[in-house]
């Protein structure tokens, strides 16, 4: 059986991604500093021996005799997706990807190094090396995979995506973004001059925020019999489905963006812990990319989390663990005036729902460009600078530390990532829209706390499909329609303009 | 260049026990329980691919063809110590072990359920299957290796180690024990008499505990930044060299078994800390088997830490992390009336430093006899019975739970190893000795706190000589003479009967 001998296969893979994913997770959470050379090198042994094994030539063989075995439906759309999977982790040369990693390695330090001083003009020649290299990659990968170069890179992250179909969306959403900030500021401006926001009443203390983030956590449904919640310098959410591991980052004199963002991470975490378990090795069986995952995410934070309803509900809790003192002497209003802050700023992830997107557009055509060649890594200041100005208000020419060198993003040579932030914040709301549409009590459940049924719609209509669509079939079976624009328009519109 | 291939070998070796130690250490530390199946899985896949690497029969070629190279001294021993290890890994057929491994984890779980009853009869079979499996692994290993059945078990623990070198210490240090407990308990009760023993001052808080014992560690040399301490069911030290995670249990009611605990595993870190660190990818850089590691750790537990020099230090610590409350109104002599109470019992792991050894020694005996068939697993409990009665005047013949059932070990298949417990407690004053002979301030240097000099004597006579030496070799290396059970026999004298 050929199948089997892919099964196997897959299971030691799955060990070997078992063990790098809570090597990471422990180097982010426990490691003592002195530990890091030798688990870099560990980690570095392993990933090569991960690669080695997932790349293997003999694979190409099994790949082709299973397809022509007697399968059953499962294991036929196991094998399409691992026919996908294997086709991008060999479609470049290893000379190549060494030469890259290189180039990526050293740009990312430097960056590391140079960023603080915004030194653009030392930085640019370990950029060049890395754009040049990713224009290679983009090449090769679009060669063997029959694509447009950008999108080769984009299917990685999200297969299926295409700059065809996403660049008209974010054409729409741009447009009435630049109307609608201003609105939104003029709003807000309004609202503040009735009603001044409240400052904090901190300090809060780490062990209440704690408790305060688990009793959220649990009430949205995480299962920590599989996961648990830690501290770490930058949140994230990592383990293996039966164990999912996520963190947050506390600040004593607020509580909002330790809660908010272990909300956001809780939304990732309920997509792992909602994949079928018995998957769990096959490529198929995992989540379908980084644009459904941010969509996960975003659909606790946005659509649940950031609601006046929730609030409604959690302003209760907020007093029970943080102490009456907390939110004394605040009402809904003043809490949601914290939650909906809109203010254009040059620091994509610091960024609102409202001006965030326009971040991702400017970092989405620019790429572009680069991939095409028709902009070179010395042109992106001004390109970033035009952009900035244009979109948001905002000058970056004189501070290169606050524009194109905030992220980490194109040192490290990921190009083709950006979208999925954006795409993520649409696709949520255009699921919250399916979902509200199938079940209109949505809204009520959520200022009863109550998410049973808003998580069994999520677990029947992505978690369970897990990788057996692409990326815009599974938004298409999930909402009835293709990715659009007017929802997550409709979403702002409600929120900031209602 | 043949031994750079066994050296990039080593290295990939190395990145997997890395992840297989530190997979070990999380599940203990951090894991919930929901992802005990996965981890399970996960391990057993990953230690399957370690072992099939380490005993690639390629290697056996690159093991000869580096012998006959131009090598460097540290090379040289190297591979002296890589031949043995890969000879004592490689000495079982796959499908032997296979079998064993089944009949093991089969008597392992069985011993697990039907230890709280003490049900011997329905285990019975189960141990039959592990012994009959281990008699075949001894024939095995003794005729690869050309040792006796026994020796040829306790070499993968103590490597140069003999039954007939061990067995006359053993016998030494019995007899001086049959007439010494008596002796120390009669004096135990003299002292009592004249002082009762003061009931400890709880509750004593998890915090504070844990403050104490971090800052008895950091006294002790512990290094922080390649290490830590966390808690666990079983505490432990695990972990890689170059971050050593300790674990320790907390009980509120009294603070000594946690300190103690954290003290004894203290001795294993510094161990493991102090290991040359060009060599941790080789297997002569990691520690010389368990009798000397154990050796580590009752250097520090019994030698230093259970004695009146370090109270007299740290009586003043207890106060100043406990509270002043902890030890109000007690004296050092209170203090040292705890942490040196004897009373045999019928449990090793509760045993104190002077009953202890005759529960390795009746272990000892019966497992010799297991390994020459002179005495069957169903004999077991009358045999375990009339040594308990003789050795320590305890009945175990009605409580099997407390007898023969009471460890893991022979339920898990591993044989040979008791005896490293006690020889690490001989071999531990015999080093304490040789350390005072060349630094007669050694026990001043307690009592200040200092401990530098006794750890660069450590580090030179054991810690860096890591596995270049057998286990008698390094014991006459570091004190110049051979094993001799009259240090701890005089150890025993000056702490119970002065
Ligand atoms: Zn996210
Ligand atoms: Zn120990």
């Known amino acids: 059986m050929t199948f089997s001998r892919l099964d196997t296969h897959c299971r030691k893979l799955e060990a070997m991604e078992h063990a790098l994913s809570m090597l990471r997770v422990d180097e982010a959470v426990m490691m003592p500093a002195g530990g890091g050379d030798k688990r870099a090198e560990a980690v570095a042994t392993l990933a090569g021996m991960y690669h080695q094994q997932a790349t293997a030539p003999e694979i190409a063989d099994w790949i082709a005799d299973a397809e022509a075995e007697d399968l059953n439906a499962a294991q036929k759309t196991a094998l399409i997706e691992f026919r996908r999977d294997y086709l991008n982790k060999t479609c470049l040369p290893v000379a190549f990807v060494e030469r890259q990693t290189a180039a990526n390695m050293r740009s990312e330090q430097m960056w590391r190094a140079l960023r603080p001083a915004g030194d653009w003009a030392e930085f640019l020649p370990a950029l060049e090396a890395v754009v040049a290299a990713m224009r290679e990659e983009a090449a090769l990968r679009a060669d063997v995979l029959g694509l447009a170069p950008y999108d080769a890179l984009m299917e990685q992250y999200d297969p299926g995506n295409r700059a065809a179909a996403v660049a008209p969306v974010f054409d729409d959403l741009k447009r009435f973004l630049k109307s609608f900030i201003p609105e939104a500021l003029e709003h807000q401006a309004q609202r503040r001059a009735r009603r001044p926001m409240k400052p904090m009443n901190g300090p809060f203390p780490v062990e209440r925020q704690r408790a305060l983030g688990l009793s959220m956590m649990g009430a949205l449904g995480f299962d920590f019999t599989h996961g648990r919640l830690d501290v770490s310098h930058h949140p994230f959410c990592g383990g293996v489905p039966t164990d999912v591991r996520m963190t947050t980052r506390y600040e004593t004199r607020e509580f909002l963006s330790a809660l908010m963002g272990t909300l956001h991470e809780t939304g990732h975490a309920l997509y792992e812990q909602g994949l079928p378990t018995e998957w769990s090795h096959w490529p198929v069986g995992r989540a379908r990319g980084m644009a459904i995952h941010e969509s996960q995410s975003l659909f606790v934070e946005q659509q649940i989390a950031r609601s006046d309803v929730f609030w409604s509900w959690?302003?209760?809790?907020?007093?029970?663990?943080?102490?009456?003192?907390?939110?004394?002497?605040?009402?809904?209003?003043?809490?949601?005036?914290?939650?909906?802050?809109?203010?254009?700023?040059?620091?994509?992830?610091?960024?609102?729902?409202?001006?965030?997107?326009?971040?991702?557009?400017?970092?989405?055509?620019?790429?572009?460009?680069?991939?095409?060649?028709?902009?070179?890594?010395?042109?992106?200041?001004?390109?970033?600078?035009?952009?900035?100005?244009?979109?948001?208000?905002?000058?970056?020419?004189?501070n290169p530390r606050d524009g194109a060198m905030q992220d980490v993003h194109w040192p490290a040579g990921a190009f083709g990532y950006f979208p999925s932030y954006t795409l993520g914040a649409m696709i949520a709301a255009q699921q919250w829209a399916a979902l509200e549409a199938s079940h209109p009590g949505a809204r009520e459940d959520i200022a009863r706390g109550d998410f049973t049924a808003i998580n069994a719609w999520r677990r029947t209509q992505i978690w369970q499909r897990a990788s057996t669509l692409s990326t815009p079939d599974l938004l298409v079976a999930a909402t009835g329609e293709p990715l659009s624009a007017r929802f997550f328009e409709a979403h702002l519109r409600r929120r900031y303009l209602g």
């Open 314 to 398: 959690a302003m209760p809790h907020l007093a029970e663990h943080l102490g009456e003192d907390a939110v004394a002497g605040w009402d809904l209003e003043d809490m949601l005036a914290h939650v909906h802050h809109v203010e254009p700023g040059f620091i994509r992830v610091d960024a609102d729902e409202a001006t965030y997107p326009l971040h991702v557009i400017l970092r989405f055509e620019i790429e572009q460009e680069l991939v095409s060649g028709a902009l070179r890594p010395s042109d992106i200041p001004e390109a970033w600078n035009a952009r900035m100005v244009e979109y948001l208000g905002l000058s970056t020419l004189d």
